[in-house]
């Protein structure tokens, strides 16, 4: 099928009357949209709940750690009693 062709089979189909739509179909694709729309909301909204909480957690266990403090040398006994 070359290009004239296939202009011509495209023409063709865009020419034709369109098929009416069955109207008991819009009713169920608006209970579709609604589904998955408050699907996505529910998951976004615990996606950020999630998130929130990731950041406390790591938030606590920073200011509990520190890992920015270097530890105390291990390597020498203290002096004590001079």
């Known amino acids: 099928m070359n290009r004239r062709e296939r202009e011509a089979a ?8 369109a ?8 009713d169920e694709v608006v209970r579709r949209g609604t ?15 999630v998130l929130c909480a990731a950041v406390v957690a790591f938030t606590v266990w ?14 020498t006994p203290p002096l004590t009693g001079w």
Not at 19 to 26: A, F, Q, R, S, W
Not at 35 to 45: E, G, H, K, Q
Request: positive net charge.
């Open 35 to 49: 589904r998955v729309l408050r699907r996505r909301r529910l998951a976004r909204w615990l996606l950020w709940l």
């Open 19 to 26: 098929k009416p739509v069955p109207p008991e179909l819009y």
């Open 62 to 75: 920073a200011a509990r750690t520190q890992p920015w403090v270097e530890p105390p040398s291990r390597t």
């Open 10 to 17: 495209v023409r063709r189909l865009m020419e034709q009357a």
